[in-house]
Protein backbone atom coordinates (compact mmCIF):
# COMPACT_ATOMS: atom_id res chain seq x y z
CA UNK A 1 0.00 0.00 0.00
CA UNK A 2 0.89 3.30 -0.37
CA UNK A 3 1.46 5.49 2.96
CA UNK A 4 -1.23 8.33 3.88
CA UNK A 5 -1.16 11.73 2.93
CA UNK A 6 0.48 14.09 4.39
CA UNK A 7 0.80 18.00 4.43
CA UNK A 8 3.24 17.75 1.46
CA UNK A 9 1.40 15.80 -0.68
CA UNK A 10 -1.63 18.02 -0.13
CA UNK A 11 0.89 21.00 -1.08
CA UNK A 12 1.97 19.25 -4.15
CA UNK A 13 5.60 18.95 -2.75
CA UNK A 14 8.06 16.35 -4.01
CA UNK A 15 8.86 14.22 -0.49
CA UNK A 16 11.77 12.21 -1.62
CA UNK A 17 13.43 10.32 1.40
CA UNK A 18 12.13 13.72 3.96
CA UNK A 19 10.87 12.57 7.42
CA UNK A 20 7.72 14.11 6.80
CA UNK A 21 4.70 13.38 9.49
CA UNK A 22 1.44 11.83 8.24
CA UNK A 23 -1.30 14.70 8.38
CA UNK A 24 -4.70 13.91 10.24
CA UNK A 25 -5.85 12.68 7.06
CA UNK A 26 -3.04 10.62 6.21
CA UNK A 27 -3.84 8.93 10.40
CA UNK A 28 -7.06 8.66 9.00
CA UNK A 29 -6.22 6.24 5.98
CA UNK A 30 -3.79 4.37 8.01
CA UNK A 31 -6.58 3.20 10.48
CA UNK A 32 -9.06 2.78 7.41
CA UNK A 33 -5.91 0.40 5.57
CA UNK A 34 -5.95 -1.49 9.07
CA UNK A 35 -9.74 -1.51 9.90
CA UNK A 36 -10.03 -3.46 6.54
CA UNK A 37 -7.31 -5.69 6.61
CA UNK A 38 -7.83 -6.58 10.09
CA UNK A 39 -9.88 -9.44 9.13
CA UNK A 40 -7.42 -11.20 6.39
CA UNK A 41 -4.56 -12.89 7.65
CA UNK A 42 -1.16 -11.07 7.83
CA UNK A 43 2.35 -12.78 8.00
CA UNK A 44 4.57 -9.69 8.20
CA UNK A 45 4.19 -5.93 7.61
CA UNK A 46 6.84 -4.57 5.89
CA UNK A 47 7.61 -0.57 5.16
CA UNK A 48 10.02 1.83 3.61
CA UNK A 49 12.41 3.89 6.27
CA UNK A 50 10.57 6.91 6.18
CA UNK A 51 8.81 8.14 8.53
CA UNK A 52 5.15 8.22 7.11
CA UNK A 53 5.65 5.16 5.89
CA UNK A 54 5.87 3.28 9.12
CA UNK A 55 3.49 5.99 10.52
CA UNK A 56 1.04 4.22 8.28
CA UNK A 57 2.42 0.77 8.88
CA UNK A 58 2.18 0.98 12.59
CA UNK A 59 -1.73 0.15 13.10
CA UNK A 60 -2.14 -2.30 10.31
CA UNK A 61 0.95 -4.75 12.34
CA UNK A 62 -0.86 -3.88 15.08
CA UNK A 63 -4.34 -5.25 14.09
CA UNK A 64 -2.46 -8.96 13.64
CA UNK A 65 0.01 -8.62 16.90
CA UNK A 66 2.92 -7.96 14.29
CA UNK A 67 5.65 -5.63 14.61
CA UNK A 68 6.49 -3.32 11.41
CA UNK A 69 9.77 -4.60 9.83
CA UNK A 70 11.67 -1.60 7.97
CA UNK A 71 13.10 -2.65 4.78
CA UNK A 72 15.50 -0.28 2.94
CA UNK A 73 14.11 -1.52 -0.79
CA UNK A 74 10.60 -0.17 -0.60
CA UNK A 75 12.11 3.59 0.42
CA UNK A 76 10.73 6.46 -1.89
CA UNK A 77 12.87 7.73 -4.46
CA UNK A 78 16.00 9.78 -3.65
CA UNK A 79 15.04 13.00 -5.35
CA UNK A 80 18.14 14.97 -4.22
CA UNK A 81 17.73 19.05 -4.16
CA UNK A 82 14.17 18.67 -5.57
CA UNK A 83 13.08 17.87 -1.90
CA UNK A 84 10.91 20.11 -0.83
CA UNK A 85 10.19 21.77 -4.18
CA UNK A 86 6.91 22.19 -6.18
CA UNK A 87 6.92 21.52 -9.59
CA UNK A 88 5.96 25.21 -9.89
CA UNK A 89 9.16 25.75 -8.08
CA UNK A 90 11.22 24.13 -10.87
CA UNK A 91 10.57 26.00 -13.46
CA UNK A 92 13.21 26.30 -15.61
CA UNK A 93 15.29 23.27 -14.08
CA UNK A 94 15.96 21.80 -17.32
CA UNK A 95 16.07 18.36 -16.06
CA UNK A 96 13.31 18.81 -13.34
CA UNK A 97 11.31 19.90 -16.91
CA UNK A 98 12.99 16.44 -19.18
CA UNK A 99 11.72 14.39 -15.87
CA UNK A 100 7.92 15.70 -15.58
CA UNK A 101 7.62 15.03 -19.64
CA UNK A 102 9.68 11.65 -19.62
CA UNK A 103 10.05 9.35 -16.22
CA UNK A 104 12.74 7.78 -17.72
CA UNK A 105 15.00 10.85 -18.34
CA UNK A 106 17.84 10.00 -16.44
CA UNK A 107 19.91 12.90 -14.65
CA UNK A 108 22.37 13.44 -10.76
CA UNK A 109 19.18 14.63 -9.60
CA UNK A 110 16.95 11.92 -9.25
CA UNK A 111 16.98 8.11 -8.83
CA UNK A 112 16.30 6.66 -12.07
CA UNK A 113 13.15 4.69 -12.65
CA UNK A 114 15.08 1.53 -13.85
CA UNK A 115 16.93 1.43 -10.61
CA UNK A 116 13.97 1.89 -8.08
CA UNK A 117 12.13 -0.87 -9.84
CA UNK A 118 15.29 -3.24 -9.50
CA UNK A 119 14.94 -2.84 -5.70
CA UNK A 120 11.36 -2.84 -5.57
CA UNK A 121 11.30 -6.26 -7.68
CA UNK A 122 14.78 -7.52 -5.14
CA UNK A 123 11.74 -7.26 -2.37
CA UNK A 124 9.48 -9.59 -3.89
CA UNK A 125 12.15 -12.05 -4.76
CA UNK A 126 13.01 -12.21 -1.37
CA UNK A 127 9.24 -12.53 -0.12
CA UNK A 128 8.86 -15.34 -2.76
CA UNK A 129 12.15 -17.10 -2.06
CA UNK A 130 10.44 -17.64 1.89
CA UNK A 131 7.96 -20.01 2.60
CA UNK A 132 4.81 -20.28 0.14
CA UNK A 133 1.66 -18.81 0.97
CA UNK A 134 2.68 -16.19 2.81
CA UNK A 135 0.64 -12.73 3.29
CA UNK A 136 2.10 -9.93 3.38
CA UNK A 137 1.61 -6.41 2.99
CA UNK A 138 4.28 -3.57 1.73
CA UNK A 139 3.91 -0.36 2.66
CA UNK A 140 5.71 2.35 0.26
CA UNK A 141 5.40 5.27 -1.76
CA UNK A 142 3.88 6.26 -5.23
CA UNK A 143 6.55 5.85 -7.77
CA UNK A 144 7.88 2.94 -6.03
CA UNK A 145 4.78 0.86 -6.18
CA UNK A 146 3.72 1.71 -9.56
CA UNK A 147 7.29 0.19 -11.03
CA UNK A 148 6.95 -2.67 -9.32
CA UNK A 149 3.11 -2.53 -10.53
CA UNK A 150 4.44 -2.36 -13.65
CA UNK A 151 6.96 -5.22 -13.79
CA UNK A 152 3.99 -7.25 -12.18
CA UNK A 153 1.73 -6.48 -15.39
CA UNK A 154 5.13 -7.60 -17.78
CA UNK A 155 4.36 -3.83 -19.02
CA UNK A 156 7.39 -1.60 -20.00
CA UNK A 157 9.25 0.45 -18.01
CA UNK A 158 7.32 3.77 -19.46
CA UNK A 159 4.06 2.72 -18.59
CA UNK A 160 4.46 2.90 -14.62
CA UNK A 161 3.34 6.87 -15.19
CA UNK A 162 -0.15 5.32 -16.28
CA UNK A 163 -1.30 3.45 -13.12
CA UNK A 164 -2.89 5.63 -10.38
CA UNK A 165 -1.79 4.95 -6.58
CA UNK A 166 -3.34 7.64 -4.51
CA UNK A 167 -1.84 7.76 -0.79
CA UNK A 168 -3.80 5.51 1.17
CA UNK A 169 -4.72 2.76 -1.94
CA UNK A 170 -3.99 -0.85 -1.54
CA UNK A 171 -3.03 -2.63 -4.73
CA UNK A 172 -2.99 -6.50 -4.49
CA UNK A 173 -0.47 -8.49 -5.95
CA UNK A 174 -0.71 -12.70 -5.98
CA UNK A 175 2.50 -14.45 -6.92
CA UNK A 176 2.10 -18.20 -6.98
CA UNK A 177 5.17 -20.39 -8.93
CA UNK A 178 5.09 -19.44 -12.41
CA UNK A 179 2.25 -16.91 -12.26
CA UNK A 180 2.09 -12.86 -11.05
CA UNK A 181 -1.25 -11.36 -10.61
CA UNK A 182 -2.40 -7.72 -10.65
CA UNK A 183 -5.85 -8.54 -8.33
CA UNK A 184 -6.54 -4.69 -7.60
CA UNK A 185 -4.95 -1.27 -7.75
CA UNK A 186 -5.63 1.68 -6.33
CA UNK A 187 -8.48 0.75 -3.24
CA UNK A 188 -8.98 3.33 -0.88
CA UNK A 189 -11.09 1.56 1.82
CA UNK A 190 -13.15 4.67 3.94
CA UNK A 191 -13.20 6.62 0.54
Known amino acids: MRHGVTD ?11 EIALNERGREQAMAV ?19 AQETAAPIAAAH ?5 VDPDLAEVWVGRWQGKTYEELLGDADAERYAADGLHVCA ?6 SVQQRMT ?10 AGRRVCLVSHGDPIRLLLTHCLGAGL ?11 SISVVRVAA ?10 RPGA
Open 8 to 18: WNEQGRLLGRA
Open 34 to 52: AAALAERPLDAVLASPQRR
Open 65 to 69: GLAVQ
Open 109 to 114: TIEDAG
Open 122 to 131: SVLERLCAGA
Open 158 to 168: PTFRRLHVAPG
Open 178 to 187: QRTEVLGVNW
